[in-house]
């Protein structure tokens, strides 16, 4: 087969996985347009496909069609999320970033094909074959009215790209009305590598949006390309057709000679026991796995950044050539490895792996076999002086040390303003305050970092031990909880090798300032069985259209976290917070950067699963401060400004460590 035909069965199957959408009310049956499945019971599509018809009703239930789906007969669906950023406007266009969307079936049972996703950023060229559906108009005696949906078939090569997601088509490609949606399709790898987004424009070809645009969807991607992995996994390997046997005769799989060659059945089996294994905690493990298995070298420059395992296994191919044994075999000892230092069991990942070195040379062998983690990702030492991939936060007793800044607002003061203190925790009890500013007119918000900065800089310096950054807690009243504290630079000119932002280096955390003194029996029995419970659960707060009350978070179970998409200083937020706090909550999660007036967005949809991700796989509450300070890491070393956690901040306060009474009495107004 030349590198410009595409494979029949391929084209089959990618027919067999595409649909089109139209309303589910008698008498209107238009069809909105072309998607396909990409996982058991999960839809692609363009967002702009569906925003017309769901614009103030996201809710709404439709149908999807296919020749191949279902007998013909529609079904029932219905929009989970898209990534579109507020309400669709009609007259805009959709930026293409945000226009994907992802349709659920309501009846998940439903049997039917799904594509293969293509698992690399880079696009290795060759044909490009899309298919979809276009309304066909027949007449009814006075109008033309749409009767069905047909199907359609084009060839088009990718000649261009715009940013990181947009495809364009050579100015001979030409695409139907209702095309937007189809699945794009790499005849040279039998990959589905985009969607169909725009028909020809003037000159202009058309255009595509990559696929890695999928990985948009935060925490919501990994899980739908495990799915997807899984599928393909467990779907029939014989006969030869399937989408990976069909692949390991085209061009793009390169001429297999023995076992130091990686095979496109490899790669389905390895993609498979990778879905299996935890998702990794941020971007950098990803990277530096890939980096470490392509022998030191980063991956090509222009790769967008990896989220899944997968996207991993994606960064090992070279200028469009398939991945050689050696280098995908070490990737996935390295995450089997990586997984051993969290507490994981990857046995039938490691297994496999063990039983494919069988058919390479030695060399592979003894690399891969002996294959160790980078220096950036081996585990911290944990308090019990055993090797964890999560420190935990310090408790009583345990002769770790916490540094706490206390944020006192002056009263009475026409605009916001400060006194403060810092202290020392050294697991036994709270020191005097080695620094503090209690007099006088106190200091600005805009000048705090600046004025502790010194203070903070000779406290640490005494009190971190190598390798372990003291945790910093900022104790101050539920009116100024929107403190972006983690975003504090404490070092104006830092150090290559050292990251500037406090909450990247040291966990950082906030308390409640009225909470000094005694804890009320309330909070202290929250705590411990919160602490008892082990794992911990989001729970979006307040709930969906409704106004926060005092039962909401009273009859939550111990280990529940509120989790807010609005800041906690104003507005339903501090009501919301205020009666956690009452309730004895001692860990909460909010974000701080604002929250839209008119309902909540995509952003705050991507922050809920974030948070419902970092809590389910924290084993406790004593390891979320380190996970978090991890993500925000993450964050920083990816330059990724738009990420969930970017702005959240966490409410960890112990009442086993209270900060001590202000014992102070009344003093003269200055």
Not at 132 to 141: A, I, L, S, T, V
Not at 487 to 506: D, F, I, K, N, S
Not at 570 to 591: E, F, Q
Request: hydrophobic share 40%.
């Amino acid at each position: 087969m030349s590198d410009t035909e595409s494979d029949s069965v391929i084209d089959a199957l990618t027919r067999a996985a595409t649909v089109h959408f139209s309303s589910a009310r008698e008498g209107d049956r238009a069809m909105w347009g072309s998607g396909f499945f990409v996982a058991p019971g999960w839809v692609l599509t363009c967002a702009h496909v569906l925003a017309p018809h769901l614009r103030g009703d996201r809710e709404r239930v439709f149908w999807l069609g296919g020749s191949e789906v279902n007998d013909g007969e529609p079904l029932e669906a219905r929009l989970d999320r898209w990534l579109l950023d507020g309400e669709p406007r009609s007259e805009q266009r959709v930026p293409v970033e945000q226009d994907l969307a992802l349709v659920r079936l309501l009846d998940p049972d439903v049997e039917h094909e799904c594509v293969w996703l293509t698992d690399r950023t880079d696009y290795p060229g060759g044909q490009g074959v899309v298919q979809g559906y276009r309304p066909e108009n027949q007449e009814d005696g006075s109008a033309p009215v749409v009767r069905r949906a047909a199907r359609w078939k084009a060839t088009a090569r990718i000649n261009g790209f715009d940013d990181d997601y947009g495809m364009r088509f050579r100015p001979e490609a030409e695409f139907p009305k209702g095309g937007s949606g189809s699945p794009v399709l790499d005849a040279h790898t039998g990959a589905v590598v985009g969607v169909l987004k725009s028909r020809r424009a003037g000159r202009d070809g058309g255009m595509a949006i990559a696929a890695t645009a999928l990985r948009r969807f935060g925490p919501a991607y990994q899980a739908l390309m495990a799915a997807h992995d899984r599928w393909h996994g467990q779907s029939p390997k014989v006969g030869g057709h399937n989408w990976i046997e069909r692949q390991h005769q085209l061009p793009g799989a390169g001429v297999y000679t023995g076992g130091d060659q990686w095979s496109p059945r490899d790669r389905r089996e390895a993609l498979f026991l990778l879905s299996g294994v935890r998702p990794p905690d941020g971007i950098r493990p990803v990277v530096e796995l890939a980096k470490k298995a392509r022998g030191g070298v980063a991956s090509p420059p222009g790769q967008l950044l990896p989220h899944a395992w997968r996207d991993g296994h994606g960064l090992l191919y070279e200028a469009g050539q398939p991945v050689a044994a050696i280098a995908a075999l070490h990737y996935l000892q390295l995450v089997v490895e990586y997984e051993r230092s969290r507490g994981g069991d990857p046995a039938p990942l490691a297994d496999w792996v063990a039983h494919r070195l069988q058919d390479v040379p030695r060399i592979v062998h003894t690399v891969v076999t002996q294959a160790t983690l980078p220096p950036r990702l081996v585990p911290a030492r944990g308090p019990d002086g055993r090797d964890g991939a999560v420190v935990s936060y310090p408790i009583p007793g345990d002769g770790s040390t916490v540094v706490i800044v206390e944020l006192e607002p002056v009263c009475d003061a026409p605009t916001a303003r400060f006194y403060w203190r810092i202290r020392v925790d050294d697991g036994q009890d709270v020191n005097e305050p080695l620094h503090e500013e209690q007099t006088g007119d106190g200091v600005p918000p805009e000048q705090l970092v600046r004025r502790l900065r010194g203070p903070l800089d000779e406290v640490f310096a005494s009190v971190d031990a190598p390798g372990a950054p003291a945790p910093l807690e900022v104790a101050l009243p539920v009116d100024h909880f929107d403190t972006a504290v983690h975003r504090w630079q404490l070092t104006e000119m830092a150090r290559l090798h050292h990251p500037a932002y406090v909450g990247v280096r040291r966990m950082v955390v906030l308390r409640d300032l009225l909470r000094r003194g005694t804890p009320d029996d309330n909070w202290l029995a929250r705590w411990e069985a919160t602490v008892a419970a082990g794992a911990l659960t989001a729970v979006r707060t307040p709930p969906p259209r409704q106004v926060p009350r005092a039962r909401h978070f009273a009859d939550m179970p111990p280990s529940a976290v509120p989790v807010l998409c609005r800041p906690a200083g104003s507005g339903v937020g501090r009501r919301a917070i205020g009666l956690a706090l009452d309730a004895g909550h001692g860990v909460a999660l909010w974000h701080t950067d604002g929250h839209p007036e008119h309902g909540c967005t995509e952003f705050c949809e991507e922050m809920h699963d974030g948070a419902a991700a970092l809590l389910a796989q924290t084993a406790g509450a004593l390891e979320l401060p380190d996970r978090l300070r991890r993500i925000r890491d993450d964050i920083s070393g990816s330059r990724n400004g738009g990420h969930w956690a970017e702005g959240v901040a966490m409410l960890y306060d112990d009442p086993t460590r209270p900060l001590p009474a202000d014992d102070n009495g009344p003093v003269d107004s200055p």
